[in-house]
């Protein structure tokens, strides 16, 4: 297989990252692009010389691509997932993976069944920033790490948002499953551990859609780092910036970008460099065409996006019922 032959269901705003990724890799023939809303497909059309198609089955018939990535609506993931396994293309599918647990169950036992490979786009793990950290925390030098500090702040109910982001039915929830999930994500990935008991406490205040706006968790990993998480969406000032406090030292992620080291002895952050690590979307397209053709394991299985989501279950858990709860997968 030396051109992996791809398409992607589902032509919104994250679509416009894969599709760059694919179109810059010589190893990736681009062939089409499906959705319901027909501006969407002709743009795509015009920028990347792809077929398109309405149904997305109908494309995957047609086309008999190797991988789909597929970029749609949370509520969908499951069925999406499923369907393109049993045609025996290889996934690649947006965070989060699903609804629930129940559905990632069902979506892992689908890929295991028809022996292709499922991926979740949990594509921080190919920040350069976030790459440059975990070899610094799993180095040692800093010593162990204690806790994380995470804050997400931003407006999640802008008017560009689209509407099934808010519509619980259809996300599965609001600032927890979208942008807590990468705050998850950051906790679990960089501290080569999974959260096993959470703590937390939401609120509903937006003044569009049905899902939570806030969010206040207390974390705890089965390496006994603890860490507590604010999420804040209700037009607060943007931030977005992580801190793992260690026994001999401090990093601080700040955006997606950037990460400085306090090494414990010269008083102040210092900017790491990075700039020598490729751009997120081409590393992450990259590991997958790795995965595809040479069987190399995968820095974003579904096994792991299972476990992001069975974390969010936690919360929603915790906040109906006031307490702490397990995580359980
Ligand atoms: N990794 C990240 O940082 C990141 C950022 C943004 C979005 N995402 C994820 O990507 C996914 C998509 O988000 P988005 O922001 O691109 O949403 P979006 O609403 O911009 O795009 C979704 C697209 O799916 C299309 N669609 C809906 N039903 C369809 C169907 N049955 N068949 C074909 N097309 C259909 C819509 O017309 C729309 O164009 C979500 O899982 C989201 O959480 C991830």
Not at 83 to 88: D, I, V
Not at 112 to 140: C, D, K, T, W
Request: with cysteine; glycine share 8%; net charge negative.
């Amino acid at each position: 297989m030396n051109q992996i032959r791809a398409v992607i269901v589902g032509a919104g705003a994250i679509s416009e990252n894969h599709l760059k990724a694919m179109q810059v890799s010589s190893r990736t023939e681009l062939l089409a692009v499906a959705d319901l809303d027909q501006q969407r497909l002709d743009r795509c059309a015009a920028a990347y010389s792809v077929r398109t198609y309405r149904d997305y089955k109908a494309m995957i018939r047609q086309e008999r691509p190797d991988v789909v990535v597929i970029t749609l609506p949370h509520f969908l993931h499951k069925e999406a997932v499923i369907w393109c396994a049993e045609q025996g293309c290889h996934v690649l599918v947006e965070k989060p993976m699903a609804m629930n647990v129940q559905e990632c169950r069902e979506m892992n036992e689908a890929a295991a069944r028809n022996g292709v490979i499922l991926a979740v786009g949990h594509m921080q793990h190919y920040f350069p920033s976030m790459i440059r950290a975990r070899e610094i925390l799993r180095s040692g030098r800093l010593g162990k790490v204690i806790m994380m500090n995470d804050r997400r702040w931003c407006n999640y109910f802008h008017p560009d948002r689209p509407a099934w982001f808010l519509e619980r039915a259809k996300s599965g929830g609001g600032i927890v499953v979208n942008l807590g999930s990468h705050s998850l994500d950051k906790l679990q990935w960089l501290t080569d551990s999974r959260v096993d008991k959470v703590k937390a406490s939401l609120t509903y205040y937006g003044d569009r859609g049905d899902v939570e706006g806030s969010a206040n968790l207390f974390l705890e990993t089965t390496e006994g780092v603890a860490a507590s998480v604010s999420l804040c969406g209700y037009g607060q000032l943007y931030l977005n910036e992580t801190e793992f406090l260690l026994t001999g030292g401090q990093l601080k992620l700040l955006g997606s970008d950037q990460l400085r080291i306090y090494d414990g002895h010269s008083g102040e952050y210092e900017a790491v460099d990075t700039s020598d690590l490729p751009e997120t979307f081409t590393a992450q397209w990259e590991d997958m065409l790795n995965a595809v053709q040479h069987s190399s394991e995968l820095g974003i299985s579904a096994e792991y996006g299972q476990s992001i989501t069975a974390v969010v279950e936690a919360i929603y858990r915790s906040h109906a019922t006031g307490r702490e709860q397990a995580v359980t997968n």
